[in-house]
T-cell receptor, first 112, second 115 residues
Framework: AQSVSQHNHHVILSEAASLELGCNYS??????LFWYVQYPGQHLQLLLK??????LVKGIKGFEAEFIKSKFSFNLRKPSVQWSDTAEYFC??????????FGAGTILRVKS | GAGVSQSPSNKVTEKGKDVELRCDPI?????LYWYRQSLGQGLEFLIY????????KSGLPSDRFSAERTGGSVSTLTIQRTQQEDSAVYLC?????????????FGNGTRLTVT
């Protein structure tokens, strides 16, 4: 069965620090990859996605993610976080059919 | 425009009772998903509807869970004989086009507490 692992459940950073959130998946075939974000009091929304092509994808608010096929990874990065980036981040994988499998989420708190 | 609407936002029920959770997707969205989010867990896929096709029910955890989507729009998730382990946030999402490749638009969820 497909599974998605997010290594850190809680991350605390100071403003301007760099961010990297890990995501690994278990499926070996062609995959479509996503990061979703849930800001406090808001619903989940798409941050960025990868289907094919350049493995480095850019999303909203300065976020980017890199697909490394050999490592089954799709890590999320941001060079300099802001207080407004405080949220819960979910990695998700679509490997076959229409099922989107989510990781357990990483709660990011940015201290101002 | 209006987003995905879920009702009720909170539901407290006694063990053994049946509950119905409602999802009103974005108008024109043909795909509809139900997910369950338990404390400290990721989003657990429950069921997927696409247009008039037969739903993908592969994520429903037991036969106490069922869902329907009437007229390709509103969906109802029903949990019969609720158990304490059913306590969770139930999220509905809709998307245009074919399923997971289009961005999912989530509702705010229904927080179910079974006492």
């Amino acid at each position: 069965a497909q599974s998605v692992s997010q290594h850190n459940h809680h991350v605390i950073l100071s403003e301007a620090a760099s961010l990297e959130l890990g995501c690994n998946y278990s499926y070996g075939g062609t995959v479509n990859l996503f990061w979703y974000v849930q800001y406090p009091g808001q619903h989940l929304q798409l941050l960025l996605k990868y289907f094919s092509g350049d493995p480095l994808v850019k999303g909203i608010k300065g976020f980017e993610a890199e697909f490394i096929k050999s490592k089954f990874s799709f890590n999320l990065r941001k060079p300099s976080v802001q207080w407004s980036d405080t949220a819960e981040y979910f990695c998700a994988v679509n490997a076959r059919g229409n099922k989107l499998v989510f990781g357990a989420g990483t709660i990011l708190r940015v201290k101002s | 425009g209006a987003g995905v609407s879920q009702s009720p936002s909170n539901k407290v029920t006694e063990k053994g009772k049946d509950v119905e959770l409602r999802c009103d997707p974005i108008s024109g969205h043909t795909a509809l998903y139900w997910y369950r989010q338990s404390l400290g867990q990721g989003l657990e896929f429950l069921i997927y509807f696409q247009g008039n096709s037969a739903p993908d029910k592969s994520g429903l955890p037991s036969d106490r869970f069922s869902a329907e989507r009437t007229g390709g729009s509103v969906s109802t998730l029903t949990i019969q004989r609720t158990q304490q382990e059913d306590s969770a946030v139930y999220l509905c999402a809709s998307s245009m086009g074919q399923g997971a490749l289009s961005p999912l638009h989530f509702g705010n969820g229904t927080r179910l507490t079974v006492t």
